[in-house]
């Protein structure tokens, strides 16, 4: 067994199952882990963490979206001779206040900054991919996406960008420690916009219509969403509206030396996969 492993967590996820390809074909040892693994890997299972780190030496942190068990994992990773840590944040989360994304983000972020490992935290701004994944994809596949989204630029990250930004930083050693990533796409539609560009390229008429937050969470506990996650992601809305994350980053230019996708990007390729066929 390799005492030189590179340990992916949420490895069936967005953004870990891309990370993990990446790393694959770079021949880097990888432990990739999620609940389901052979190994498996539970935030809420500590006993089971020691044998998900055995012969890890550095490891891709996709936090879970309540604050606390980042600070406990991370100080069992200092136990077990992990020596590098790639933290999943979000873009601009010092400007979130104490909503539940802000307070997450930001305690996931200090477990990480508290420890004596070299440490890397990538801030990304709402994925591209978003559109064509729950709760947005079965809306905009009818035609009348009902959002509470306005008027504010989104520089929509591409989730390739991501794991190309977090497979890059993976597999350079000291080049990127102690530094905070803010992984943005170009400036971007708003929310609310981001329809017509899918609109054009599917061919397939697609008008949104602006709710209030209120009445998002309820569609989507009607939905079938529980209460917390519908809260969960309608303030994401809410916070995104605020404009605190609408800038823009160099940073993946910077990692990459290659511009970010652009979102029409993402619409082409999405549409070829038909993703908002009926
Ligand atoms: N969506 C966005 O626009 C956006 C933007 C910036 C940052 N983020 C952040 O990105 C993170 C999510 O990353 P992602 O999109 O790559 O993942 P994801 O697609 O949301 O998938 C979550 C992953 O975590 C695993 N998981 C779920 N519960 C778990 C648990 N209790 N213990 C261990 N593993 C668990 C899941 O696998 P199993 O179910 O098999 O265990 C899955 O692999 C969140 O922290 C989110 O705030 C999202």
Known sequence: ?????????GATGNTGRRVTAR????????RATSRSSRIPFDWFHPAGWDQVLRGVTTAY?????????????????????????VLLSGHGADDWGDSAFGLDMRS???????????????????FAQNFDGRPFRAPLAAGEPALPAGAVPGPFIDLEDVADVAAAVLSEPGQHAGRVHELTGPRGPPQAEAVEPISRA????????????????ATLVQEGWGEDEARHLTEMFVLFERGTAAWTSDAVATVLRCAPRTFEGFVLRATAAEAWRC
Not at 2 to 9: G, K, M
């Open 1 to 9: 067994m390799s005492n030189d492993i590179t340990l992916v967590l």
């Open 202 to 217: 599917s061919g397939q008429p697609i008008v949104h219509r602006r709710i209030s937050p209120a009445e998002y969470t």
């Open 108 to 126: 996931a972020e200090d477990a990480v900054r508290g420890s004596a490992l070299e440490r890397t935290i990538l801030r990304a701004s709402n």
């Open 23 to 30: 790393l694959r074909l770079r021949d880097t040892p990888v």
């Open 61 to 85: 942190v996709v936090p879970v979206p309540v604050p606390g068990p980042v600070h406990d994992f991370v100080a069992r990773t200092e136990a077990a001779g992990v020596r590098r840590l």
